[in-house]
Structures are given as C-alpha cells and as structure tokens.
C-alpha cells in the first residue's frame, strides 16, 4: 500500500499516480534556471561523473541516432553528441518542461547535432524503431507510469537497441543506505530553502527515490518490458545505479 500522502507538505511537488504529471511539471518549470547549479552543489559534482558514465555503457556511434528522454537542460544531449572530429551521432533531448527546453537550447553549441522536442516521455512522438539508443538520466522516477515509460523506450528503439538509464539507487550496505537516505531527507531540502525560499521544493528527491524501486528491480522490470542482457553497474556503493539493457531481438516468448 502507497503511503498516506495527504496533506503532507512534500505533497505539493510529489504525488503517486495520474496527479503526478502536473505536480512534477510544475517543480521543474519552477526550478529550470537553477537545476544545473543546484545539480552541482548537491551532488558536489559527482552527476558529471556519473552522466560521463551513463553515456560511455550508452556507448553512441557515429551515424546513430540517440534519444534522451526527459532531457532536462540537455546535459547527457550534449554528451551523447560530442566526439572525436568526424564523429556524428544525432541526437534528440525530449521533455516536457519547456523552461528546461529553453536553457538546453541556449547552452548547446551549434556544431552539435542536437535538437529539442518538447513531449511526453509516456507518449513518445516518435515511430516505433526509430533510434539506436535511448538513455535516462534522473527521469524514470519521476514518470507517473513507469511501465509505460519502459514500453515507449523499447517501442522507439530498433530490435537490438540500447536502452541506458541513471538514478538514485539503494545502497545494499545498511550504513551506507542509512547515511544516504538522510542526505537525501535531511540535506537536500536545505538546498530548496536557501535557493527557493522553500525546503519541500527539493524534498521531492527523498519523496521519489524511497518510492522508486531499487536498480535491481528496475532491471527486472525492463527485462519484462521486453529487453534482455540487462546490466546493472553501481556507483558510490549503489546510491546511483546505471541499467543497461538491449532491446530483444525477437518479442518475449518467439522462439524463431
Ligand atoms: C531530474 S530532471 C533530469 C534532467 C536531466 N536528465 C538531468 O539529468 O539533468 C527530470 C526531468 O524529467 C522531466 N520529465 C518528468 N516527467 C516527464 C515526462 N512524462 N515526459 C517528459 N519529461 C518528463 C522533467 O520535466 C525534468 O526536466
């Protein structure tokens, strides 16, 4: 059974189900100029590091085409797009905060093939097939159907496709899980006051990680959404975790 989330005040930007859309849409069009410099402080870096990673298992190759939902100020776009000179990967950043949309096409250089769409990552407008390789950063969590985001995903992608997704994690090591989860209770709603006059504005993160299931299970349930070799590649003793997985070949259960 969900937690009770009546009335309580991370209730303004966390809600479980159909409400969640709008409450999350509203905390990002709110935060969007500051997100990257937040991102910085509160994870004293390390999200460089661990996109740098997202983005070399993602493994993108020049004359693909990438897809990165829930996009966000573009960070893993540009990533996916840079290369060695002559390399070209084309990439797509899709979100459905234009506020986010906004900075990411002001800060990507214009020799990067990148281009922004604003949509639903529930509802991808794209055909089925259409990219070689979707990544996530920071974003299955905050989809209102997770399951759903897994279908788009793998419905976008060619059979054998790449789906790459990075989140918050959960540490196997009580201690470690203990001294992470009050971080993220504790600390990180100091950023939302100092920045935004409001500590509940970055409780959200504490909301959504303690509901959202461990990178373990997350890989399971790509593995049911129809993807196979499903890796799982932990950072900082699995407070992030990265899950790779390819897309079947063949629909679950064909033998031929
Ligand atoms: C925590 S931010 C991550 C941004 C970026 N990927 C990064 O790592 O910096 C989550 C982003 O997901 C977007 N988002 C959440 N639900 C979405 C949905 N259903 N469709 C498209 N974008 C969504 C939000 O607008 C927000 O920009």
């Not at 997704?165 to 196997?172: D, Q, T």
Request: proline letters at 5%; a positive charge.
């Amino acid at each position: 059974m969900e937690r009770a989330h009546e009335a309580t005040p991370e209730n303004r930007y966390y809600a479980p189900g159909e409400e969640r859309a709008e409450k999350v849409h509203r905390l990002f069009s709110r935060i969007a100029r500051r997100y990257d410099r937040i991102n910085d402080l509160m994870s004293w870096g390390m999200h460089r590091v661990w996109k740098r990673r997202l983005v070399s298992l993602a493994d993108p190759r020049s004359g693909e085409k990438a897809l990165d939902i829930c996009c966000g100020t573009g960070d893993v776009a540009r990533r996916l797009a840079a290369g060695p000179l002559n390399f070209s990967c084309e990439v797509v950043g899709l979100d459905f905060t234009e506020e986010m949309l906004e900075i990411a096409r002001k800060v990507t250089p214009g020799n990067l093939r990148v281009s922004y769409r604003q949509g639903d990552a529930l509802a991808l407008p794209f055909p089925d097939a259409s990219f070689d390789i979707v990544t996530c950063a920071y974003g299955l969590r905050n989809l209102a159907d997770l399951d759903r985001g897994l279908a788009e995903a793998s419905r976008v992608l060619r059979p054998g496709g790449r789906l790459a997704s990075l989140e918050f994690g959960r540490p196997a090591n009580l201690l470690l899980s203990t001294l992470y989860f009050a971080y993220l209770r504790a600390a990180l709603p100091i950023f939302g006051w100092i920045f935004f006059g409001d500590p509940h504005t970055y409780g959200y993160i504490f909301a959504t990680v303690s509901r959202f299931p461990g990178q373990r299970e997350l890989a399971a349930r790509m593995k049911d959404a129809g993807f196979d070799a499903v890796e799982v590649h932990d950072s900082m003793g699995g407070a992030m975790g990265i899950c790779l997985a390819r897309k079947a070949s063949k629909p679950a259960g064909k033998s031929s």
